[in-house]
């Protein structure tokens, strides 16, 4: 054990070998302490006292020093100025320092690499690379260590020092393995076993070939272009004749094959296979970015050896290939195949006199007439307004049905209820729906690659009709609607804002679907005697909510009580409000005692009024009403509910100020007096 040709003291030696005597050495035995004489000394060792060899040198074991030489060495016969001796391992045959090379070594030793050494099995040519070497044998050559070196049996040089150790071959040993190596003996768990083939670059089947069957290289391909379907000539139809085919390892199965490349212009693709024989299939493959082929759809319709391929799959640029594949059967050679595509439309100006720019959005519009189309959707990206973007969140709508002509631009955009004009831009896909080979629909969406705009004036807000507004009076039981509508218009939003008899805040109530009218009774908290400020506003069908209108006055019911004036008299003006004596006989209610001190009073029915059907007479006593009492300002100070059976009813209205009060049961108001 040496470093640098310096012995290591702390040498660890294996079996039954040690380094007693601590010169560097592992013997079998050692038990020798060098430079003393009488020792017992093992092979190698030798016995000096002041630099000279003892020959009374005891050597253990079975060793001796029979050649006197003062080294210990099994079987000593060997004297080693002389040639011709037996020698044993560590000896060294020379004649005035000459190797001697036909010094013969004893037992299972040998000097086969002629370095005048005798070594057990010595068959390493030490000083030359690439030699064969036994255990602790090193391959230099002028002291580099050859990292070549072939160590025999089981020996190998796993840490490439230069020198052959007992050791495993770690390795794959696995002979089906792509990686097998031959020359290990212990398995690392590395093996790769065949893979089916795929598309990265490396050999998965171990068959040598990388991607083999998966790249277009080595396919006879003939490159066509596509035409707006139904138009089939010129380079967008091509012969199938299988005839004409090879059998490619990118197909599973024997047969012959066509192939054929596309450049997409369209996301589209009809791929219609005509007048084939036999049993065909067509496959479609898109190049990826590894470039390898990679299947994206096939057609197999096994009724007819016809085929239709449909697809709105496609990326526009990418290359795509259409393989057509015989499975069995005859061949026609007059097979064809034609390659369309399906085109997007556009915004047609018709209804705007091809200007683009329309008055509102009661206008109709049009996209641009597409055949075979069953539905025209209409994106809507973007608005700008005084070249400002409107950052509006995009919308959608579909045609109900193949027909390209919308009735209101409303059901489209929004109206403009701003100030200056609204340009937005559009796309408008197409929904198709083709015949398969089998006579099946199949649906297309072909998407658009260019966009068109829509100018849209401005026009006005809407509000609260004018019949609705006050000074006019509105029963709960009635309606109001807005003073016209807006086109599209999904519904109507309803703000109330009570200004009398309590102010309070604003309630934003939606009306009905695709309904103008509003209904009253509909509003939270709505009672008679109230006045409201009142605005509407559109909401389209795209979501979109159009600007609040103006401000109008709402009253319900009597919002306040003017006596009679007398008609004719010098500066009347016409009644707004009418109150008739509570006991009138030509009414159909009276009211009694009026004057009143008590609380209370009695309602009774009186009967059909004149012009009264006996029809309307029965309706009114089978049906139930609602009494209000108002006081001079308009304001309810009591309300109830009364049966009308044709019987007195006595109402308690409670303690209430000394005044005139307006009683109102249904459509008839009535005078009352509190004393």
């Not at 840490?159 to 495993?168: E, H, P, V």
């Not at 709402?554 to 306040?560: E, S, T």
Request: charged share 15%; with cysteine.
């Amino acid at each position: 054990c040496t470093i640098n040709d310096v012995f290591q003291t702390d040498c660890t030696c294996a079996g039954t070998f040690s380094d007693a005597d601590n010169d560097g050495t592992c013997d079998a035995n050692d038990l020798c302490a060098g430079p003393e004489a009488g020792t017992a000394c093992d092979d190698g060792d030798v016995c000096t006292l002041n630099d000279v060899i003892q020959p009374d040198c005891t050597c253990a074991g079975i060793f001796a020093d029979a050649d006197n030489d003062g080294t210990c060495d099994a079987n000593d016969l060997c004297v080693g100025p002389e040639a011709g001796t037996a020698c044993d391992d560590g000896d060294a045959c020379t004649v005035n320092d000459v190797i001697q090379d036909n010094c013969t070594c004893a037992g299972i030793f040998s000097d086969a690499d002629n370095d005048g050494t005798c070594d057990a099995n010595d068959v390493c040519q030490g000083e030359e690379p690439g030699a064969t070497c036994d255990d602790g044998d090193a391959c230099t050559e002028n002291d580099v260590i050859h990292d070549n070196c072939t160590c025999s049996g089981l020996l190998i040089d796993a840490n490439n020092d230069g020198i052959c150790d007992l050791n495993n071959i770690l390795g794959c040993t696995d002979e089906n393995a792509c990686n097998y190596n031959p020359e290990a003996n212990t398995n690392d768990g590395s093996c790769i076993l065949p893979q089916p083939e795929i598309c990265d670059g490396l050999d998965n089947n171990c068959d040598g070939v990388v991607d083999e069957g998966l790249v277009p290289s080595g396919l006879n391909i003939t490159n066509v272009a596509t035409m707006q379907y139904p138009v089939c000539v010129g380079t967008a139809i091509a012969s199938a004749n299988l005839n004409n085919g090879a059998n490619s390892t990118v197909i599973d199965g024997d047969g012959n094959d066509l192939w054929f490349g596309i450049t997409a212009q369209y996301n589209t693709l009809r791929a219609g296979l005509s007048a084939a024989t036999g049993n065909n299939i067509l496959y479609l493959f898109e190049l990826n970015p590894a470039g390898c082929l990679e299947l994206l759809e096939t057609e197999h319709e096994n009724t007819t050896g016809n085929q239709t391929l449909l697809t709105d799959q496609l990326t526009v640029g990418q290359t795509y290939y259409v393989a057509v594949h015989n499975i069995s059967g005859p061949i026609n050679a007059s097979a064809k195949i034609c390659f369309n595509h399906l085109n997007a439309s556009s915004c047609d100006h018709y209804y705007s006199n091809n200007t683009g720019i329309y008055t509102s959005v009661c206008n109709s519009f049009k996209a641009q007439y597409r055949a075979n189309a069953v539905a025209y959707t209409f994106d809507v990206l973007s608005a700008t307004q005084n070249n400002v973007d409107q950052a509006i969140a995009p919308w959608t709508y579909t045609t109900p049905n193949s027909v390209s002509v919308v009735s209101r631009l409303g059901m489209i955009l929004p109206a403009n209820q701003g100030t200056s004009p609204l340009i937005y831009t559009l796309k408008v896909p197409v929904l198709y729906s083709l015949f398969d080979a089998a006579g099946n629909f199949e649906n297309l969406y072909a998407q658009s690659t260019s966009t068109c705009t829509v100018t849209l004036n401005a026009e006005s807000t809407v509000a609260l009709r004018s019949s609705d507004r006050c000074p006019m009076n509105k029963a709960i039981t009635s309606n109001i609607a807005p003073d016209r509508t807006v086109c599209g218009a999904m519904r109507y939003d309803w703000e109330f804002t009570e200004v009398l008899p309590n102010p309070g805040t604003a309630q934003v109530v939606q009306g009905g679907a695709y309904a103008s009218v509003f209904f009253l009774s509909n509003v939270p908290g709505v009672a008679t005697g109230k006045t409201y400020n009142v605005r509407v506003r559109p909401v389209h069908t795209s979501g979109i909510t159009g600007n609040w209108g103006a401000v109008n006055c709402l009253r319900i019911g009597n919002a306040g009580m003017v006596l009679d004036n007398h008609p004719g008299s010098a500066g009347a003006e016409p009644p707004l409000l009418s109150l008739r004596a509570g006991g009138e006989m030509n009414a159909s209610y009276a009211i009694y005692p009026n004057p009143t001190a008590t609380g209370s009073f009695v309602l009774q029915y009186n009967g059909t009024r004149r012009g009264e059907s006996i029809f309307a007479q029965e309706t009114t006593m089978e049906s139930t009403q609602e009494l209000v009492m108002m006081d001079i300002t308009g304001k309810v100070v009591y309300q109830q509910q009364v049966v009308l059976n044709g019987n007195p009813m006595e109402i308690n209205f409670g303690n209430l100020a000394s005044g005139v009060y307006v009683v109102m049961v249904g459509e008839e108001r009535m005078r009352l007096i509190i004393e």
